[in-house]
């Protein structure tokens, strides 16, 4: 089994930085693909990044200021978000395709 957690969610205002961490259990290796999703309210929820071994993928809107990275000794995959948008404001959540394992997901509101 492999649990997902996610923290590092909260308030900031547009311009600003966050970064989210998910915490994994069990052994997760470096084959398996990890990944960053968010839903909106109302909304589809949409692939954010994308980490396959050292390849990552990003949303086009999110291009340039978001940074998915993985510490495999600490067993943590990251998310930097920079220069933040109103627009990122929704529910993040962390992915592994192993077993369509999702995490429980995070709050990220920007707003002034």
């Known amino acids: 089994q492999v649990q997902l957690v996610e923290s590092g969610g909260g308030l900031v205002q547009p311009g600003g930085t966050l970064r989210l961490s998910c915490a994994t259990s069990?052994?997760?290796?470096?084959?398996?693909?990890m990944d960053w999703y968010r839903q909106a309210p109302g909304k589809e929820r949409e692939l954010v990044a994308t980490i396959t071994g050292s390849n990552t993928n990003y949303k086009d809107s999110v291009k340039g200021r978001f940074t998915i990275s993985r510490d495999n000794a600490k067993k943590t995959v990251y998310l930097q978000m920079n220069n933040l948008k109103p627009e990122d404001t929704a529910v993040y959540y962390c992915?592994?395709?192993?077993?369509?394992?999702w995490g429980q997901g995070t709050q990220v509101t920007v707003s002034s």
């Open positions: 992915h592994v395709g192993y077993r369509d394992t």
């Open positions: 069990g052994s997760i290796f470096s084959i398996y693909a």
